[in-house]
């Protein structure tokens, strides 16, 4: 069980995170990769990624078992973490004695290989290994489709604010999802330990993630400044072939019409069918339908939650929007 202490103060610095973060989702997907559960959301990409991935990449199973603890130095919470280049920086500026504080605590569950007793001390050709390891990881196993765990993670973000302003920050936290207990002034959640979190003035950054599973994840060292992991709803389908272009009009073809750009426009701040049917006076069926070519489009994606189909718009959907916008309305 997990138990995140909050106080007043606390409650006022409550953040969800702008987007995916490239370290956590490299770190939960090195893991989630390795186990056999969620095979009805992971199991494709567990076939198709495991024979493309490089000898480099299987340097980070070892730092990323399956289970139990892996080093917080893999996921630093501070610094410009914009960027996969930019987060990468910053680990392999981890100091000294982070890095050994770290991998003594891994090498007393479970035998580590033996270049880590030079990553443990700081070496930088180790570091640099080890970072060349994640841009290569990520390129292999994660880059084909960030795109859609961005958007996944963008959905989620929506999902979050509508919560925060249906409910305030105890509507936040109470809409977690069914792996956690919102008793104020405590947040509970399914954790594989025992652990308490205070946060004690410092506040908390909710981190969705798309590999995390199946409960959530927060950093071992509680004075490190704090964030919750948790896991996203997913589409089933996001493992599915990009559709190709046609060189005559592209994935643009099928936008053609005033109700489809007035789904796309909904869509860009989130909408359920029952919302966007009504909304726009359309039939269940006719929204569905509508949504269907735009998601087969890239530009909207949808995720389930509650029972409810929740429409949000892609990056690539907004930028169609924002472009017709600039020059008149899609």
Same mark, same amino acid.
């Given at each position: 069980?997990?138990?995140?202490?909050?106080?007043?103060?606390?409650?006022? !610095?409550?953040?969800?995170?702008?987007?995916?973060?490239?370290?956590?989702?490299?770190?939960?997907?090195?893991? @989630?990769?390795?186990?056999?559960?969620?095979?009805?959301?992971?199991?494709?990409?567990?076939?198709?990624?495991?024979?493309?991935?490089?000898?480099?990449?299987?340097?980070?199973?070892?730092?990323?078992?399956?289970?139990?603890?892996?080093?917080?130095?893999?996921?630093?919470?501070?610094?410009?973490?914009?960027?996969?280049?930019?987060?990468?920086?910053? #680990?392999? &500026?981890?100091?000294?004695?982070?890095?050994?504080?770290?991998?003594?605590?891994?090498?007393?569950?479970?035998?580590?290989?033996?270049? @880590?007793?030079?990553?443990?001390?700081?070496?930088?050709? %180790?570091?640099?290994?080890?970072?060349?390891?994640?841009?290569?990881? &990520?390129?292999?196993? #994660?880059?084909?489709?960030?795109?859609?765990?961005?958007?996944?993670?963008?959905?989620?973000?929506?999902?979050?604010?509508?919560?925060?302003?249906?409910?305030?920050?105890?509507?936040?936290?109470?809409?977690?999802?069914?792996?956690?207990?919102?008793?104020?002034?405590?947040?509970?959640?399914?954790?594989?330990?025992? &652990?308490?979190?205070?946060?004690?003035?410092?506040?908390?950054?909710?981190?969705? *993630?798309?590999?995390?599973?199946?409960?959530?994840?927060?950093? =071992?060292? *509680?004075?490190?400044?704090?964030?919750?992991?948790?896991?996203?709803?997913? %589409?089933?389908?996001?493992?599915?072939?990009?559709?190709?272009?046609?060189?005559?009009?592209?994935?643009?073809?099928?936008?053609?019409?005033?109700?489809? =750009?007035?789904?796309?426009? %909904?869509?860009? @701040?989130?909408?359920?069918?029952?919302?966007?049917?009504?909304?726009?006076?359309?039939?269940?069926?006719?929204?569905?339908?509508?949504?269907?070519?735009?998601?087969? =489009?890239?530009?909207?994606?949808?995720?389930?939650?509650?029972?409810?189909?929740? &429409?949000?718009?892609?990056?690539?959907?907004?930028?169609?929007? !924002?472009?017709?916008?600039?020059?008149?309305?899609?």
């Amino acid at each position: 069980m997990l138990r995140v202490y909050f106080t007043s103060e606390d409650l006022a !610095r409550v953040r969800v995170a702008t987007g995916p973060d490239y370290l956590w989702e490299i770190s939960n997907s090195v893991q @989630t990769l390795q186990r056999r559960d969620g095979a009805r959301v992971f199991g494709e990409w567990r076939r198709w990624a495991r024979p493309r991935l490089s000898d480099s990449c299987r340097l980070l199973s070892p730092l990323l078992p399956p289970y139990g603890y892996s080093p917080d130095f893999l996921t630093p919470t501070y610094g410009d973490c914009e960027s996969l280049q930019a987060a990468v920086d910053t #680990l392999v &500026h981890t100091p000294p004695p982070r890095l050994r504080t770290d991998l003594t605590r891994v090498a007393a569950s479970r035998r580590l290989p033996v270049w @880590t007793e030079s990553l443990a001390g700081g070496d930088g050709d %180790a570091l640099q290994r080890l970072g060349q390891a994640l841009h290569t990881y &990520h390129l292999e196993a #994660l880059a084909p489709f960030w795109h859609r765990i961005h958007a996944h993670i963008d959905a989620d973000r929506i999902i979050r604010l509508h919560s925060l302003l249906d409910g305030g920050t105890d509507g936040l936290l109470a809409g977690l999802g069914p792996r956690f207990r919102w008793r104020p002034p405590v947040l509970e959640a399914d954790y594989p330990v025992d &652990h308490e979190l205070r946060l004690d003035g410092r506040g908390l950054t909710l981190q969705p *993630s798309f590999f995390c599973w199946p409960t959530p994840i927060t950093l =071992a060292d *509680s004075e490190l400044p704090p964030v919750l992991v948790y896991p996203i709803d997913h %589409a089933m389908d996001w493992t599915r072939p990009e559709p190709p272009e046609r060189p005559d009009d592209g994935p643009l073809g099928p936008l053609l019409g005033h109700t489809r =750009a007035a789904v796309l426009r %909904a869509a860009r @701040t989130g909408a359920s069918t029952v919302e966007l049917a009504r909304m726009l006076a359309v039939t269940h069926p006719a929204i569905s339908q509508h949504v269907k070519v735009l998601r087969a =489009a890239g530009l909207v994606t949808t995720v389930r939650r509650a029972g409810r189909a929740f &429409h949000v718009a892609t990056a690539e959907g907004r930028a169609l929007l !924002r472009s017709g916008e600039r020059g008149g309305a899609p």
